[in-house]
């Protein structure tokens, strides 16, 4: 008999913490592989407009972005208060667009250089006039697919 | 010589390291989608013979620089543009071709003929601000999105902006996406969204 009741010494095994880490890897490796690190530091204050009826862009490989607003405070003592173009990295003026989309459509697989969109994401004191500028730029280089980005909400709340 | 015991590493830190990773990338990732106004602008090559256009089939909106809205000459709160919009692309006052049997607005002479006529026209100074513009463009696509919905759910039981989210999610398999494709043009022929954006007025 004394063989059988051999194992019952009452205490539960601790429980192993070796696979642990490898949960844990498994975590890891799928918040690495998602994240999407900033590729542009924003240089123009980029408050965006509120609206409800929008369309989302997927797809990040065929959106070409393009920021507008006025410079970052600590950007006001280089280039001033008025409003500027952000393209990648540079504030530029609004007759480099057009060879900003050339490149940038250039630099995109054969397949997909028809389906791009231009996502402006532009600050919302903004005025017209730029944006206008900016239009006609898109349009002397057939970029005619834009999406004004702006945040998800009620649109009265831009008029406040 | 003896063989020296190597004393085994131990790696019980290794969970902890890891940690320290993961809460780093929970921190610094963002999944998020950018949303906004799909618009189209139009071709800069003017088209090769000038369409003539009624006047009764444009809709003028013009946004002063002030911010204020012009609405067909008149002065328009923003909250009512959505319903001004609604009835002119849903007059149907057209007669014999240009006739509309699926419009149920009041059918008045003096307004649009017919939806696939019917042209919104907007207009705006460069002093205009950003976010007003913004403003007044979401109420133009909501009036279209709300005639499409209506006309959708008439005809196929389903709004029009679900079709064409269920449509856009890549999640939703070929069969269902090949079967609302026709569905969505359908409605788009009825409603097509023609909003001209002219170039602004410089003074």
Redesign the interface.
Known sequence: MAKFNKKKSGELPPVS?AS??DI??M??FF??T????KDSSLLVQNEL??????????K?NR?IYIYAGKPSERYQSTYGTASKIQLNDKLVDVDAVAPYILQERSNKPQDIQDLL?T???????????L??DI??E???V?????????K?GD??R??Q | MAKRNIPEVN?GS??DI??L??IF??V????E????????????EPPDQDVVIKQKNIFTVV?SKDNQLLVEDELME??NLREAAVTFLDNGGGAGEDACNYCQGAKDPASSDNPTKAIISLQ????????????V???L??AY?ELRDRESNRLYGIPFTTM?KLY?D?KTPKEDRDELKPRITRIQELFPQKLS?A??K?N
């Not at chain 2, 989608?33 to 800069?44: F, H, N, Q, S």
């Not at chain 2, 705006?124 to 403003?135: F, L, P, Q």
Request: aromatic share 8%; glycine share 2%; hydrophobic share 45%.
């Open positions: 913490t642990l880490p844990v890897f975590l890891l918040f690495m998602v994240t999407v690190m407009p509120f609206a409800d009826q929008i369309q989302k862009l997927d990040k959106i969109t996502a402006l994401k532009v600050d919302s004191e903004t005025n017209m006039g944006i206008s239009k006609q898109l349009r002397k057939n970029a005619l697919k834009i999406n004004y980005t702006t998800a649109a009265f831009n008029l | 790696a290794m969970a890891a940690f990773l993961l990338f929970l610094t990732t963002t999944i989608t950018d949303a906004g106004l799909d618009r189209k602008l139009p071709p800069i946004v923003l909250k705006n100074d460069r002093e205009t601000s950003y976010k007003t513009y913004i403003a463009q979401n109420e696509v909501a999105n064409d856009k890549p954006e170039e602004p410089s």
